[in-house]
Nanobody, 124 residues
Framework: QVQLVESGGGLVQTGGSLRLSCAASGRTFNNYVVGWFRQAPGKEREFVAAISWGGASTRYADSVKGRFTISRDNAKNTLYLQMNSLKPEDTAVYYC?????????????????WGQGTQVTVSS
């Protein structure tokens, strides 16, 4: 079992930045691919970014490429999402997710473990 707890959400103006964190506990974190998803009101949960167990490979949704950066610190069992140039359409609850393996999956059904989410609101 892996337990995930997100933090770092909040209210920010358009063009601002936030850094989300996801603290993992339980099994060895560095054996897991981890990712970020988000869900806006009335919409499906969507993929944002994923990172390989060693951090060498990353994958992003087109909507966040060039603005968001995913990273991880396995020594601290923590995943990060640096979000820059935020837009109102980035407003959502952001979730971190984890699964064992090497592939950078983009579908929520492919992830086994989920955090409770953290709210990000971008005002216009």
């Amino acid at each position: 079992q892996v337990q995930l707890v997100e933090s770092g959400g909040g209210l920010v103006q358009t063009g601002g930045s936030l850094r989300l964190s996801c603290a993992a506990s339980g099994r060895t974190f560095n054996n897991y691919v981890v990712g970020w998803f988000r869900q806006a009101p009335g919409k499906e949960r969507e993929f944002v970014a994923a990172i390989s167990w060693g951090g060498a490979s990353t994958r992003y949704a087109d909507s966040v490429k060039g603005r968001f950066t995913i990273s991880r610190d396995n020594a601290k069992n923590t995943l990060y999402l640096q979000m820059n140039s935020l837009k109102p359409e980035d407003t959502a609850v952001y979730y971190c997710a984890a699964r064992q393996g090497a592939l950078l999956y983009t579908l929520q059904r492919d992830y086994n473990y989920w955090g409770q989410g953290t709210q990000v609101t971008v005002s216009s």
